[in-house]
């Protein structure tokens, strides 16, 4: 049940624990967080998982141990997924989509990214996919630096260890433990519930704006309010801080 509920075999947690072990789950925790192939892994059901196997001895390490671990891997892995930001700039939305990588998903993280701020690397940590684009986006956007990484440890210590203790906790109850299935199934479902609300505010956006007709040309009152202006999303600051960034440098050279 918990293969036809979940996906194939391959990404069902018990399989992934069983076959890879505990490191297995801190590189599928690692990759989730801030790779841009691992947005499909599974990641609150799997450290859910891990959380019970613990508590019911399966998995022979020390709770805290395993906690540490998995804050570790996820607050280095929103780290790799910034740096990337950083280096790959506005290529990123210019790159076309694949079997692994889908424009829609960076522009879901460009706005969960814009409408939240830095907290978004918080909550961006309980929402399958957009947890795995929200650093990249950070970092694209130049997002700066010390406050990334004062964000990226609080959601990953919320998320990582949160989970896993919350999967400790009810593993020690006999009617999860017996209907745990049922119980991932839930972990899921619910995961999945912000995309479903963010989805339908879109939609009910979209649906006002088309009601409400074209909005008036408002180049006519300047080149501020213009259509030419700068844009405002990441891949246009991007471009906007770089010449500056390299005027400064002649300034300090020729000084």
């Known amino acids: 049940m918990t293969n036809l509920a979940l996906g194939p075999s391959w990404l069902d947690p018990d399989?992934?624990?069983e076959t890879f072990g505990l490191l297995g789950v801190l590189a599928i925790v690692f990759a989730e967080s801030g790779l841009l192939i691992g947005f499909f892994l599974p990641g609150d059901s799997l450290l859910f998982t891990t959380g019970l196997l613990v508590t019911t001895d399966v998995i022979k390490q020390d709770l805290w141990l395993v906690c540490v671990g998995v804050a570790a891997a996820a607050v280095i892995g929103d780290q790799v997924g910034y740096l990337f930001g950083r280096k790959v700039g506005p290529s990123l939305f210019r790159r076309p989509d694949s079997k692994l990588f889908k424009q829609e998903n960076v522009e879901k993280a460009h706005e969960f990214f814009e409408k939240h701020g830095p907290k978004s690397l918080i909550l961006a940590r309980?929402?399958?996919?957009v947890r795995t684009f929200t650093p990249i986006i950070a970092g694209v956007s130049r997002m700066n630096y010390r406050s990334f990484i004062i964000f990226n440890i609080i959601g990953g210590v919320a998320w990582g260890v949160g989970v896993t203790l919350l999967g400790a906790a009810l593993g020690?109850?006999?009617f999860v433990h017996s209907h745990i299935e049922l119980i991932l199934v839930g972990i899921v479902l619910l995961s999945v519930i912000p995309i479903v609300i963010e989805f339908l505010?879109?939609?009910g956006k979209a649906k006002k704006e088309a009601a409400a007709g074209p909005a008036e040309p408002t180049g006519a009152q300047g080149p501020a309010a213009g259509?030419?202006?700068p844009g405002t999303g990441p891949e246009a600051r991007y471009q906007a801080q770089q010449p500056s960034g390299q005027a400064s440098r002649g300034r300090h050279a020729k000084r």
């Not at 309980?126 to 996919?129: D, K, L, Q």
């Open 172 to 174: 020690k109850v006999a």
């Open 126 to 129: 309980f929402v399958p996919i």
């Open 15 to 17: 399989y992934l624990i």
């Open 227 to 229: 259509p030419a202006g």
């Open 201 to 203: 505010r879109a939609r």
